[in-house]
């Protein structure tokens, strides 16, 4: 057995998988062989979820079947909404309020499989997925103020959240953008939040305890909640009376870093943040207003000319999101609606064939220390 030390895991392999793999040195993501950039302009992210669970692109009719039955999953029980409130009135994180929210849907999704049983896994894992939109939107709207509006089931994945979020039928433009995103963020290999409910479905555990695990890991401001980071720096940016490379030369200078920058896979840029730049200028073209995609560009290529640094998927998600008017805070929630499919089949792939993730440490604690009895102490 190695005594190596890798802090962070880093370049320690874990696992095997066929769902996704990126080439850090090429810029390069493939979900179960496809390339992210066809699936993310041909395919809808149910047609990815399809993907990721069952091995394969679904058929015309399985594609309608498949999405007609996660929409029939989407409606969330009263006491569960009752929560919700609960929590968006106590000023509760986003993050936090779905973590609770998604813990609490087990109790009414017990059929009395066992965990492991992977078309009842299956099946649970679809429901997960169709009720943490609406979960969400309802949070945002009793947070604002304004009644939960109850999903639709003719509308798809990515248009029912946005109508969820603000009672309007989205146009066909957001819907799109929308849907790209929840493709772009849905797998992206064994990154911290999917290793931590591997590492929890690798106990035999349930795949709602699996799912709140990699919500919670995904609340982090080094993983998920990066993008909401970048969106606060361009406001700030904005705010101030300085030009974004002057910012950011000042921010640097004073010991600040610069989020939505850099990759601990990646060596170039991130191909989801080229595809998510190209809507960030689109939206901002849509608007007539380019100034967050101009501040953006402004900084990624100072970036890379004075740091040598490219810019991951928060960078662009960041002004994607803001511009289709999604309150920052609900950009890491976001990111975990779409994830939430990747995790599924990551716990399915895994206990496929199972085993206990249980790794070392290095003791560098005292040895030999002689016991005194408390009333010697």
């Given at each position: 057995m190695s005594d190596d030390l890798k802090k962070g895991l880093e370049g320690v392999l874990v696992a095997e998988s066929a769902l996704s793999d990126i080439d850090g040195d090429a810029g390069r993501l493939i979900y179960r062989g496809y390339a992210i950039e066809n699936l993310a302009r041909e395919a809808s992210y149910e047609e990815v979820l399809y993907l990721l669970w069952h091995g394969e692109l679904p058929t015309a009719s399985e594609r309608e079947t498949f999405t007609a039955e996660m929409a029939s999953h989407r409606a969330v029980e009263d006491s569960v909404l009752d929560t919700v409130e609960a929590l968006a009135t106590a000023e509760e994180n986003p993050m936090a309020a779905l973590r609770t929210a998604t813990s609490m849907l087990s109790a009414y999704d017990d059929d009395g499989s066992e965990p492991g049983d992977r078309e009842a896994d299956l099946q649970r894992g679809m429901r997960i997925t169709a009720k943490m939109p609406t979960i969400v939107a309802a949070f945002k709207r009793l947070r604002d103020g304004e009644e939960p509006v109850e999903p639709r089931e003719d509308l798809d994945h990515a248009a029912n959240f946005l109508y969820m979020l603000n009672d309007e039928v989205p146009d066909d433009t957001l819907a799109e953008v929308f849907d790209m995103a929840l493709v772009l963020h849905a797998d992206h290999g064994i990154n911290a939040s999917t290793f931590a409910a591997m590492v929890t479905a690798s106990t035999m555990s349930d795949i709602y305890s699996s799912v709140t695990s990699a919500i919670g890991t995904l609340k982090g401001g080094l993983h998920g909640g990066a993008n909401q980071n970048v969106m606060r720096?361009?406001?700030?940016?904005?705010?101030?009376?300085?030009?974004?490379?002057?910012?950011?030369?000042?921010?640097?200078?004073?010991?600040?870093?610069?989020?939505?920058?850099?990759?601990?896979?990646?060596?170039?840029?991130?191909?989801?943040?080229?595809?998510?730049?190209?809507?960030?200028?689109?939206?901002?073209?849509?608007?007539?207003?380019?100034?967050?995609?101009?501040?953006?560009?402004?900084?990624?290529?100072?970036?890379?000319?004075?740091?040598?640094?490219?810019?991951?998927?928060?960078?662009?998600?960041?002004?994607?999101?803001?511009?289709?008017?999604?309150?920052?805070?609900?950009?890491?929630?976001?990111?975990?609606?779409?994830?939430?499919?990747?995790?599924?089949?990551?716990?399915?792939?895994?206990?496929?064939?199972?085993?206990?993730?249980?790794?070392?440490?290095?003791?560098?604690?005292?040895?030999?220390?002689?016991?005194?009895?408390?009333?010697?102490r």
């Open positions: 720096m361009l406001k700030e940016v904005d705010e101030s009376d300085k030009t974004a490379v002057e910012w950011v030369t000042d921010a640097l200078e004073n010991g600040r870093r610069v989020p939505g920058f850099g990759h601990r896979v990646y060596n170039v840029k991130d191909p989801r943040a080229k595809i998510l730049g190209e809507k960030s200028r689109d939206l901002g073209e849509a608007a007539g207003d380019y100034k967050w995609y101009s501040m953006s560009q402004a900084i990624e290529q100072y970036m890379a000319e004075n740091k040598s640094l490219a810019p991951n998927v928060d960078f662009y998600s960041a002004s994607t999101y803001y511009q289709m008017g999604i309150p920052i805070d609900l950009f890491t929630p976001i990111f975990a609606m779409s994830r939430a499919g990747g995790w599924i089949a990551h716990v399915l792939e895994y206990q496929e064939d199972n085993r206990l993730i249980r790794p070392r440490a290095r003791y560098t604690g005292p040895s030999d220390v002689e016991f005194v009895p408390a009333d010697e």
